[in-house]
């Protein structure tokens, strides 16, 4: 069942337009990604459906609300934490969780949220005392504070160390497990891969691909390349007669087999009755930046 509907949506600043012809759906349940690079249109796209924006044309259904007539009532059920969100310096995570529950009717307990997103020993910390990594918990806290059916969350990982960020990955998997729909804004490759359902690839305003990311990488280049030195001499045509497999060639003393599908699978089955070793096997696959230069054209960071 869709949450959210988006239709032809578009929205321009003066002359310059943000957003056109926009188009997706986002299922309950799922972590729906908007990937791009900065300057796509992506927070704007997400401001509209949150009603923080009025598009200037297309259609947009937040759980059967629209943003715009309904936005009293859809910010009782949908969460929001942008990129540039700040509190006050000296307001204190217990604090700015109490004073974001009084904005809802039916709001989540601050106390057991604290303590489920590993603030519990800087409840009575300054916002300008906490770390990157202990800002970002606080935001999604503040997101989920009202008990909302869909969190949208805006490059929530932007200038975090590795391990900071892959604990806030841990941390918006766990909101997904809470029954929450979560729109994740961002523009890293890894991210969008390790956490998405499936994504939005918004470039220049525009939707240049929509599915899951094994979907679009398949889509893209479907072929995987498996390198290898076996352990006595070994026949090519052996591997060339797999179905799965489309090329058998050498690099030195490695062998290069690429194919589709479960090819991995076939080549060491192959290996294994022969009783040929596979030394320094590597699988070589696309990855989802590959599918995004062949989908735009450049690389995310051009």
């Known amino acids: 069942m869709s949450v959210i509907e988006v239709t032809n949506l578009h929205k321009r600043y003066g002359g310059t337009v943000a957003v056109s012809d926009v188009s997706f759906t986002v299922a309950a349940g799922e972590i729906f990604g908007v990937l791009g690079p900065n300057g796509a249109g992506k927070t704007t796209t997400v401001e509209c459906l949150a009603g923080l924006r009025v598009p200037d044309g297309g259609e947009v259904s937040v759980l059967g609300l629209d943003p715009r007539r309904d936005v009293t009532r859809l910010r009782q059920q949908v969460g929001v934490q942008l990129q540039e969100s700040q509190l006050p310096d000296r307001l204190r995570v217990t604090e700015a969780l109490e004073l974001y529950a009084s904005f809802y009717r039916e709001p989540d307990d601050p106390a057991r949220l604290i303590e489920e997103l590993g603030l519990g020993e800087k409840r009575k910390t300054p916002y300008a005392k906490l770390s990157g990594g202990q800002k970002q918990r606080l935001s999604i806290a503040l997101a989920l504070v009202g008990n909302p ?91 060339a007669d797999l179905p799965q497999v489309t090329a058998v060639t050498r690099s030195g003393s490695q062998v290069v087999v690429t194919g589709t599908g479960d090819v991995l699978h076939a080549v060491t089955s192959v290996l294994a009755r022969n009783q040929i070793i596979a030394a320094d096997l590597r699988l070589e696959q696309a990855t989802l930046d590959d599918a995004f230069v062949e989908l735009t054209g450049h690389r995310l960071t051009d």
């Open 149 to 239: 059916k869909i969190a949208i969350l805006d490059e929530l990982t932007t200038g975090l160390d590795p391990q900071a960020r892959r604990d806030t990955w841990g941390l918006i998997e766990r909101v997904r497990d809470r029954g929450v729909t979560v729109v994740l804004v961002t523009h890293f490759m890894e991210e969008a891969e390790r956490l998405c359902d499936r994504i939005a690839v918004i470039d220049r305003g525009r939707v240049a691909a929509l599915g899951s990311p094994a979907a679009l990488v398949a889509a893209v280049a479907p072929e995987q390349r498996i390198r290898f030195r076996p352990s006595v001499p070994l026949d090519d045509q052996l591997l």
